[in-house]
């Protein structure tokens, strides 16, 4: 499997913005959709936004408007830029993607960072 790892959770207050950020480490892997998922406690994990092909784009309706999901230059990385905080987004954030390497289908999973939105 392809190593995933997510940076940029932290404490936040609302109204206030955070970037998230994953990073896939595997040159052979070619990725055709990074997706960033989000699981508060008691709930079940959630999509929050994918891109796909680097291009098409897809949110939650929970927040359309305020989570902006966009690739690096490298097409390896993945950004979750997300404004206007509200207490309801507090959760784990899940790193996803899903490709090719070597011929052979990829899907893996970051081991999540935690984002608390709370004055």
């Known amino acids: 499997q392809v190593q995933v790892e997510e940076s940029g959770g932290g404490l936040v207050q609302p109204g206030g913005s955070l970037r998230l950020s994953c990073t896939a480490s595997?040159?052979?892997?070619?990725?055709?959709?990074m997706a960033w998922y989000r699981q508060a406690p008691g709930n079940q994990r959630e999509m929050v936004a994918l891109?796909?092909?680097?291009?098409?784009?897809k949110y939650s309706d929970s927040v359309k408007g305020r989570f902006t999901i966009t690739i690096g230059s490298a097409r390896n990385t993945v950004y979750l830029e997300m404004n206007d905080l509200k207490p309801e987004d507090t959760a784990d954030y899940y790193c996803?993607?899903?490709?090719?390497?070597?011929?052979?289908?990829?899907?893996?999973w970051g081991q999540g960072t935690q984002v608390t939105v709370s004055s």
């Open positions: 996803n993607i899903e490709g090719q390497r070597l011929g052979r289908p990829i899907n893996s």
């Open positions: 595997d040159t052979y892997a070619i990725l055709t959709t």
């Open positions: 891109i796909t092909d680097g291009v098409t784009t």
